[in-house]
């Protein structure tokens, strides 16, 4: 299932296009939704996908989102832990 969301911002208004995918229509009552950000430099047309990163010594990791660069920051400071069941 393919979704994305395209929008066009100008100095007066936001336009937003949400393509369903191949299910044709959008849920109901949609529990969560992942954004990645992209802009074009007009300058040399390229492409940037804007990523947050960890600035934790060490940690490589980075997020589409700034919450969840925030829920991962709480493993660093000890207040969300990860468990792994086997």
């Given at each position: 299932?393919?979704?994305?969301?395209?929008?066009?911002?100008?100095s007066?208004?936001?336009?937003?296009?949400?393509?369903p995918?191949?299910?044709?229509?959008?849920?109901?009552?949609?529990?969560?939704?992942?954004?990645?950000?992209?802009?074009?430099?007009?300058?040399?047309?390229?492409k940037?996908?804007?990523r947050?990163?960890?600035?934790?010594?060490?940690?490589?990791?980075t997020?589409?989102?700034?919450?969840?660069?925030?829920?991962?920051?709480?493993t660093?400071?000890g207040?969300?832990?990860?468990?792994r069941?086997e």
């Open positions: 299932m393919f979704r994305y969301i395209h929008h066009t911002i100008s007066d208004e936001i336009y937003m296009h949400i393509n995918g191949n299910s044709g229509s959008m849920p109901e009552n949609p529990s969560h939704a992942t954004i990645t950000i992209e802009a074009t430099d007009p300058a040399t047309n390229k940037e996908i804007k947050y990163r960890c600035e934790y010594d060490g940690c490589s990791r997020y589409s989102t700034v919450g969840n660069l925030r829920t991962h920051m709480k660093h400071k207040l969300y832990i990860m468990y069941i």
